[in-house]
């Protein structure tokens, strides 16, 4: 059976991500929707029943590992060529072993080429007719989108996997293990690091499994036998503070609730603060931005309809011109929705009317409202002595009826006397008053 380092040679150090590799699929974290039970990539380990496939995915999310996995399970010879280093020449090596361990004892084998989307198109096209006559499994891994960075014709002949992003708990959960483990890991190092600071580790790691394992060998290297590790040992091995990569603890969200409601509060310097505090901790500043969008709809709503657009435009500069301007305009974004007047009308109109829908029964719709595309819908009253508005006085309908009749007198949106909304409050009232009056007419 193959041997997953069967090419390190003996006595050779390995680095603390080598030796945790998972041997098993079982202790392979992460990408559940292709490796839990019954899943594409687990059944093809499984039955041994493989296809030639593109891993594609962020570094460090397993793209390598599990290409031995698989090898492993086949009992099959791994080769692995790196598109970086690689030319037509290692491509034809390649083949010309695997050709020779068909030929000799029917072995079969894997071809990992790592970073395949560096290969040029008549370099990709070398490997067609091998995969397509069975002289190797193939098997690429890109960071690229292979729909622009893999010519047709390979991506034709094989079929296309997308992995995750590793998240923090998974990172975390690989650190846990590397502490504990006597044989792969670290555990003989016998130093204390806390929960809180673990996590941190695993948030700097920014979902690469692999970086992570590198931050704990690091940091192995600076701690004592039996001592616990310190704030000031963790900032050397991130290079800044520790509060920096604390981006999803209940600092953070702490600091968001107070942003959000700074600006709730209408108060400008809050919300500055707020933001500055969650930018030097390390917080994308879209996060921000996606945030502003919700307190625009939430908070401010039809008071200052013009928030909503001054959150996307801040969205957008950040997008076209980056950090430096960006950041700014979110500040600026900011500071307006916080000097802006506030209603939260449309707020508790939505969330209202959203829970009468859900517990009350699904009433018809009035045959006025209704549409007659059909002679028989016409017959059965569909449009029936429906108003058209613009050809009313003040294009208004008074007195017509726009919800279901069990509701007609329902009234969700009732706006305040704060910025525009005063105006659309008034609006309503007069509108009001047309529908009395259309009442009285009628009696």
């Keep these: 059976m193959n041997d997953l380092f069967s090419d390190m040679p003996s006595g050779a150090y390995q680095p603390l991500a080598a030796r945790m590799r998972p041997s098993t699929l079982e202790e392979y974290i992460g990408q559940s929707h292709l490796v839990g039970p019954g899943k594409p990539l687990r059944r093809m380990v499984e039955t041994g029943h493989c296809h030639s496939f593109i891993l594609w995915g962020p570094p460090g999310v397993g793209k390598t590992t599990f290409a031995q996995l698989l090898s492993h399970a086949l009992e099959a010879q791994f080769i692995e060529i790196s598109a970086v280093m690689s030319g037509v020449k290692e491509i034809r090596a390649a083949v010309d072993q695997a050709k020779q361990l068909r ?51 390979l991506l034709s002949r094989a079929r296309v996997y997308r992995l995750k992003t590793p998240t923090a708990e998974d990172i975390q959960t690989v650190l846990e293990k590397a502490l504990k483990d006597h044989e792969k890991g670290i555990a003989s190092y016998a130093f204390e690091i806390s929960e809180y600071f673990l996590s941190v580790l695993a948030q700097a790691a920014d979902g690469d499994i692999r970086r992570g394992l590198n931050f704990l060998e690091i940091l192995s290297d600076l701690v004592e036998p039996n001592t616990e590790v310190t704030e000031a040992q963790l900032e050397d091995v991130l290079g800044g503070s520790v509060r920096r990569f604390d981006r999803k603890g209940d600092v953070f969200y702490d600091q968001i609730s107070a942003f959000h409601k700074s600006v709730r509060g209408s108060s400008p310097d809050g919300a500055l603060y707020w933001m500055a505090r969650m930018l030097d901790g390390g917080c994308d500043p879209l996060y921000i931005a996606r945030r502003l969008l919700a307190i625009a709809s939430e908070d401010i709503g039809n008071a200052d309809p013009r928030a909503l657009q001054v959150g996307l435009n801040a969205w957008d500069i950040f997008e076209r011109v980056g950090p430096g301007e960006g950041n700014r305009a979110i500040a600026q974004a900011a500071v307006y929705m916080a000097s802006a007047p506030k209603s939260n009308a449309v707020y508790q109109a939505f969330n209202q009317v959203m829970s009468d829908v859900a517990s009350q029964p699904s009433y018809d719709v009035p045959n006025h409202l209704r549409n007659a595309p059909t002679s028989l819908a016409k017959n059965m009253g569909h449009g029936e002595d429906y108003r058209y508005a613009h050809n009313e006085e003040h294009a208004y309908a008074a007195g017509e009826n726009y919800m279901p009749e069990e509701l007609a007198e329902m009234r969700y949106y009732q706006p305040t006397d704060r910025g525009l909304e005063k105006k659309i409050q008034d609006k309503l009232s007069w509108l009001a008053e047309l529908d009395e009056d259309s009442s009285l007419k009628r009696y």
């Design 103 to 153: 030929m000799m004892n029917g072995t079969q084998t894997v071809l990992f080429v790592d970073e395949v989307h560096r290969f040029n198109k008549s370099q990709q096209d070398a490997f067609l007719p091998f995969i397509e006559d069975g002289t190797f499994l193939f098997i690429g891994a890109t960071t690229e989108n292979p729909a622009f960075e893999l010519n047709s014709a």
